[in-house]
């Protein structure tokens, strides 16, 4: 199984509709973090969560929210998807303070919206 | 804000040539520095990374990397590339001073090696 669990892979929605992609981790990583992968851009910083109590904004936070509903558990929701959230979407984990920074990825959630 | 570059948007070689990734960052101080790769239809892993020591770090298959701080560079090298290698690589930086949990990436360089 893999470290870091993304779920749907790949998701077709309207403009509108709410939509959840989550993530789970087997790496007991206290910290948990949502980026976003479009052509030319690069990784984006969402959200990231030091641990269950403790939820940051990264770069690109609006339109997007999270939960962090337990250490191995960390889901995105985008409230009312619009078409420009059309990208790929990565939940990644890392230690504390010593090992910050060394990702570990998941494989992905493409989400498209119409 | 910090911003990573990476000016090269892809690059194609022929297999057994060398290789050499520009990347620069903007920050002057205190810097963490990675390469990440992605091959083709799988998830980003760790290539590489700078802590601190010396400036010339080894990583998985042959790639290394050289931090130069006057040139703000981290540039990554591999002298003989092959087919496998064919993927999307991203440099990341993160700073103590911006939060180290800031890691900015850079927009990716797609290498394709042809056999």
């Known amino acids: 199984d893999a470290d870091v669990t993304q779920t749907p892979r790949n998701r077709i929605t309207k403009t509108g509709k709410r939509i959840m992609l989550e993530c789970s981790q087997t790496?007991?990583?206290?910290?948990m973090y949502w980026y976003r992968q479009d052509p030319g851009l690069g990784l984006r910083l969402i959200y990231y969560?030091?641990?269950?109590?403790?939820?940051n904004k990264g770069e690109i936070s609006d339109g997007y929210s999270v939960s962090r509903q337990a250490q191995a558990k960390f889901s995105l929701s985008l409230e009312s998807a619009i078409p420009n959230q059309t990208a790929l979407y990565f939940c990644?984990?890392?230690?504390?303070?010593?090992?910050?920074?060394?990702?570990?990825f998941g494989a992905g959630s493409r989400l498209t919206v119409l | 804000a910090q911003s990573v570059s990476q000016h090269n948007h892809h690059v194609i070689l022929s297999e057994a040539a060398s290789l050499e990734l520009g990347c620069n960052y903007s920050?002057?101080?205190?810097?963490?520095l990675f390469w990440y790769v992605q091959y083709p239809g799988q998830h980003l892993q760790l290539l590489l990374k700078?802590?601190?020591?010396?400036?010339l770090v080894k990583g998985i298959k042959g790639f290394e990397a050289e931090f130069i701080k006057s040139k703000f560079s981290f540039n990554l090298r591999k002298p003989s590339v092959q087919w496998s290698d064919t993927a999307e690589y991203f440099c990341a930086v993160s700073s103590y001073q911006t939060g180290a949990n800031n890691l900015f990436f850079g927009t990716g360089t797609r290498l394709t090696v042809i056999p």
């Open positions: 969560s030091f641990d269950v109590k403790d939820i």
């Open positions: 920050y002057g101080g205190t810097v963490n």
């Open positions: 990644a984990t890392s230690e504390g303070q010593s090992g910050a920074n060394v990702l570990t």
């Open positions: 700078y802590f601190s020591g010396d400036p």
């Open positions: 790496k007991g990583h206290d910290r």
